[in-house]
């Protein structure tokens, strides 16, 4: 395990904590290896989605949160066959769903550079 990187396991742990606290609902879709998985999330407001936001690697070294997969309004549909093609990418990556009163400005805060 690197030490600038939380274990995958903890990480979601925290997010559904968040999520929770905010008055939000987060569900695992997939769960992924617990220690080193990629993070992926769905963001969705009131069952529409929103966004596909994914925990990557940046080129200063440090992890950061970038949006990719299907678009705002996306049908569940195209969501799923994302979430299916990365599944066979990626077999250790986690899927989480959120469910959120403002997603646009969880996008902003979750993947501004700080």
């Known amino acids: ?12 742990a925290g997010l559904l904590r ?3 606290a905010q008055g939000g609902f987060a569900t695992i879709l ?3 290896d617990p220690e080193s998985g990629a993070l992926i999330l769905i963001v969705t407001s009131r069952g529409r ?4 936001l994914e925990r990557v690697l940046t080129a200063s070294g440090a992890y950061g949160w970038q ?3 299907p678009g705002d309004s996306a ?19 986690w899927a989480i ?4 009163a403002e997603p646009e400005r969880f996008i902003a805060e979750t993947t501004a550079v700080g």
Do not use: C, N, Q, Y
């Open 18 to 20: 968040r999520i929770s």
């Open 97 to 100: 769903e959120l469910d959120i």
């Open 1 to 12: 395990m690197s030490s600038g990187r939380l274990p995958a396991k903890l990480e979601v």
């Open 49 to 52: 989605h929103s966004a596909v």
């Open 67 to 69: 949006v990719v997969g």
């Open 75 to 93: 049908s569940s549909a195209e969501v799923a066959d994302f979430l299916a093609k990365r599944a066979r990418f990626d077999a250790d990556s």
């Open 30 to 32: 997939r769960r992924g």
